[in-house]
């Protein structure tokens, strides 16, 4: 089973026992995450509440967490479902994402700001194996370009990060396809360090544009994928 990707909490302190809703909101979430949910993926609402052990109303308020969130949509005649992002979802979420982490990086800079979390974060991409499972890319990934915005010491900015950080994780768990090999996302990341510790601000906008121009690029060639296979699926 791949390994768990982890999302940070919320900025705020929260101290609550943990209800059942979401136990299961935590459960499904997990399934997504790690890729046992696939894009297209119809969440069946007897199935999956005997499936959790829950209720059906607990059931329905757990999936009504998740839709918040965006990992889960409610389509007319279809239930809910695990998101096929349409090109334009894909292309709104990588606005948003390159507005937050160039303005995170221009303020690293400027503060003279090299987080040693981002610098863990490539060490790791670099020490792995060719055919090491993309949930070992995954986490890493996420690691430096979490670094970077904690870095622009910006609570607001970290929490409209946060907002949009699901949707960024479904994104990446979408998109192994469009990567065979982890020592390429090691190298992008290298240069956008690597920009950052010269403290060149041109260039690690240039780069930082480049790398999430192509991860969106890559991203809907992925989910034209998906979404085909799971059209012929169906259609069977």
Same mark, same amino acid.
């Given at each position: ?9 919320? +900025? ?16 499904? &979430? ?14 069946? %609402? ?13 059931? &329905? ?8 969130? /965006? ?11 695990? +998101? ?27 503060? /003279? ?6 610098? %863990? ?55 192994? +396809? ?45 989910? %034209? ?7 012929? %699926?169906?259609?069977?």
């Amino acid at each position: 089973m791949p390994k768990a990707i982890e999302i940070p909490s919320p +900025p705020e302190v929260r101290i609550a026992t943990v209800s059942t809703v979401e136990a299961a909101a935590n459960a499904i &979430r997990a399934l997504i995450l790690d890729g046992e949910l696939a894009p297209g993926a119809r969440l069946r %609402e007897n199935d999956f509440a005997e499936r959790l052990g829950v209720a059906r109303h607990s059931f &329905r308020a757990a999936t009504q967490i998740l839709i918040g969130e /965006g990992l889960l949509r409610r389509e007319p005649n279809r239930g809910v479902q695990v +998101p096929i992002f349409a090109q334009a979802d894909v292309e709104d979420i990588f606005k948003l994402r390159a507005a937050l982490e160039i303005e995170a990086t221009r303020l690293a800079i400027e503060a /003279g700001v090299v987080p040693d979390e981002a610098r %863990e974060a490539v060490a790791q991409l670099q020490a792995l194996s060719a055919d090491a499972p993309w949930s070992d890319v995954v986490q890493p990934d996420l690691d430096f370009h979490r670094a970077i915005i904690d870095a622009a010491d910006s609570p607001r900015l970290q929490r409209a990060y946060h907002g949009l950080q699901s949707e960024i994780v479904l994104c990446m768990v979408q998109l192994q +396809p469009a990567y065979d090999h982890p020592a390429q996302v090691a190298a992008e990341h290298e240069e956008l360090l690597a920009a950052i510790e010269a403290r060149d601000a041109g260039r690690a906008e240039k780069l930082w544009r480049v790398h999430l121009d192509e991860a969106a690029a890559n991203q809907i060639k992925a989910l %034209e994928g998906a979404y085909t296979d799971t059209t012929e %699926e169906e259609s069977n």
